[in-house]
């Protein structure tokens, strides 16, 4: 089989049955790979082959997109195997390979103290800011999460989340009734627009803001 079908009946396996997430993300990687190995038989591959094109195409990246990056191939390999009919050895499955791609180490977080929470929150005195540290810490929502509220996604306690991490066309919050309230009279306060996203910050400015918080009690704070 040409790299080139095995591609499309792999993007077209993923379509039928995987999130849009997923879709793209194999897009993304399938699309460079075929471009590499074009007019190339897919058991003609080695592992030198692969080896060399995920060297060149990981370059500079965190260990974790390497490894995103490999197993989406390595997977790729294994549903041609398992669905195609083919008799064929993934040249992603090696030792070597496993070890130069393997997971990256997870970091160890901090989990604080309730009362330190309540301290950051209350010394942040612009009330979008302290609205959108209430959210993460009380909501439990990612800081992309916040930043991509508008107006009508809120409905009292309950949030709606529009295109959330995990690939599903919407999620929904709830958060407690003093934070909804909050919130409530944040946006009729200052006049936003159903249409409108309540924090209009670009996302390096909200991690600024975060880390800003966390100064103020001597605390290394990330979103």
């Not at 195997?81 to 180490?105: E, I, V, Y």
Request: with cysteine; charged share 30%.
């Amino acid at each position: 089989m040409k790299i080139s079908k095995a591609v499309q009946y792999a993007l077209d396996y993923h379509k039928a049955n995987s999130r849009e997430n997923t879709v793209r993300s194999c897009e993304f990687v399938l699309s460079r790979f075929e471009r590499e190995f074009e007019g190339k038989d897919l058991d003609a591959v080695t592992s030198d082959d692969v080896l060399a094109f995920l060297s060149r195409y990981t370059e500079g990246t965190k260990q974790s997109t390497k490894r995103s990056r490999y197993a989406t191939l390595s997977a790729f390999f294994t549903l041609i195997q398992a669905t195609a009919g083919l008799d064929l050895n993934n040249p992603f499955c090696t030792p070597m390979l496993r070890k130069l791609f393997r997971p990256a180490k997870a970091p160890s977080w901090k989990i604080l103290e309730k009362e330190t929470v309540d301290e950051i929150i209350f010394r942040t005195s612009k009330p979008g800011n302290r609205i959108m540290l209430e959210l993460m810490a009380r909501g439990g929502m990612r800081i992309s999460e916040v930043l991509g509220l508008r107006v009508k996604d809120v409905d009292g306690c309950k949030l709606t989340l529009k295109n959330p991490k995990s690939g599903k066309e919407a999620e929904v919050v709830y958060i407690p009734q003093k934070v909804a309230t909050r919130l409530r009279e944040y946006i009729e306060y200052s006049g936003i627009m159903p249409e409108h996203r309540i924090f209009p910050l670009t996302y390096q400015g909200a991690r600024a803001m975060v880390s800003k918080a966390g100064d103020q009690v001597g605390i290394k704070l990330r979103p």
